[in-house]
């Protein structure tokens, strides 16, 4: 049962910009609290930008200044416009829910590869 899916990645050189989205089934009602996460290899899944209604958003310290995350509850879409990526950006991106026990099944994520 497909509850995620995530689009958008790809390969750009450093300095590109890429602009993920990730879609939340129809039939579930988009949750107040999302968020990106990344994980690259051999590394851990980490968080990098959540969104929260009625909050403003908030980013890991990596991200900072470079990545924006949005959401249209009219779509049940949740993006993350990522700007002067760097290498150290490449990871499969996958988003879900943030400061919550309830969690969306995880998703097949999106491949970002940041490479000259």
């Known amino acids: 049962q497909v509850q995620v899916v995530e689009s958008g990645g790809g390969l750009v050189q450093p300095g590109g910009s890429l602009r993920l989205s990730c879609a939340v089934a129809e039939h579930i009602y988009m949750p107040a609290a999302m968020g990106w996460y990344r994980q690259a290899p051999g590394k851990q899944r980490e968080l990098v930008a959540g969104i929260t209604q009625g909050r403003a958003p908030n980013y890991a310290d990596s991200v900072k200044g470079r990545f924006t995350i949005s959401r249209d509850n009219a779509k049940n879409t949740v993006y993350l416009q990522m700007d002067s990526l760097k290498p150290e950006d490449t990871a499969i991106y996958y988003c879900?829910?943030?400061?919550?026990?309830?969690?969306?099944?995880w998703g097949q994520g999106t491949q970002v590869t940041v490479s000259s």
């Open positions: 879900n829910t943030i400061n919550s026990p309830v969690r969306l099944l």
